[in-house]
């Protein structure tokens, strides 16, 4: 409902759903190759293989911090368990990421690499990266409950991770071997985007225990997270009604 309601405010309703991704990859790809020039023929890919991921990543999490203090009316009047407000606009944010997924898949065909078996780990990939999402979303949203400044934080930090996480650059020529691996472990999202582009560019398969390690690291905050909400479920619900 909330995505019809959304859709049905704009001329070019659902189509916005594509056109806004692809109008931020074609505005980084005129900077970074038109006008620095890259120099690589496939720059347009390599770009499109980060930025759609990170989109991901940065809306939901933009977003979803604040969806406790945007629902603070419903809150008032319902008692409902406080993470369904995050996981709602998580949901939103992919339902909209897999129609901008299928056109970076259709780019890929059109660059010469036919999908193969290997493409079937992206689905652990992507079942990762949400559980990461979901984990960020729900911490900066508890988080913003309570600090209402947060939320210029959690701006100020995608903003960093989209100029660290290897975007508009290889991780991989990164020559100081101690900072690649630093950058790779201590930045889920520079891991993620060269696991994609692994797939899907080189037709390689990524480093699986890495993922699973970072599976297992994500999957046990999201449960620590949810403790919390459900321990401080009445807290958050007063705190935001009577801010």
């Not at 993470?83 to 606009?89: A, G």
């Not at 060269?194 to 225990?209: K, P, T």
Request: with cysteine; proline share 3%.
């Amino acid at each position: 409902m909330s995505l019809k309601a959304e859709a049905s405010k704009l001329y070019l309703s659902y189509l916005w759903w594509v056109l806004e991704p692809i109008l931020y990859v074609l505005v980084f790809y005129f900077v970074f190759d038109v006008v620095l020039n890259k120099g690589r023929a496939d720059f347009l890919l390599f770009l499109m293989c980060g930025k759609i991921p990170f989109l991901w990543f940065s809306k939901s999490v933009n977003s979803g911090s604040n969806s406790l203090v945007q629902n603070k009316g419903l809150m008032g009047q319902l008692d409902v368990p406080k993470t369904l407000f995050p996981y709602v606009t998580l949901q939103e944010v992919l339902y909209k990421q897999w129609a901008v997924f299928l056109v970076l898949f259709a780019m890929v065909v059109y660059y010469g690499n036919m999908p193969t078996l290997n493409w079937l780990w992206l689905v652990p990939l992507m079942v990762t990266q949400y559980v990461f999402i979901a984990f960020c979303t729900l911490l900066g949203a508890w988080l913003v409950s309570y600090v209402r400044d947060v939320r210029m934080l959690i701006q100020m930090g995608t903003m960093f991770m989209l100029f660290t996480s290897g975007i508009f650059w290889d991780i991989n020529q990164v020559q100081n071997e101690a900072l690649k691996q630093a950058l790779l472990t201590w930045n889920p999202l520079a891991f993620l985007i060269d696991a994609y582009r692994s797939v899907l560019m080189q037709n390689q398969v990524y480093d699986y225990r890495h993922l699973a390690a970072l599976a297992g690291v994500m999957a046990t905050g999201l449960a620590l997270v949810h403790g919390l909400y459900h321990g401080q479920s009445k807290r958050i619900a007063a705190r935001i009604v009577a801010s």
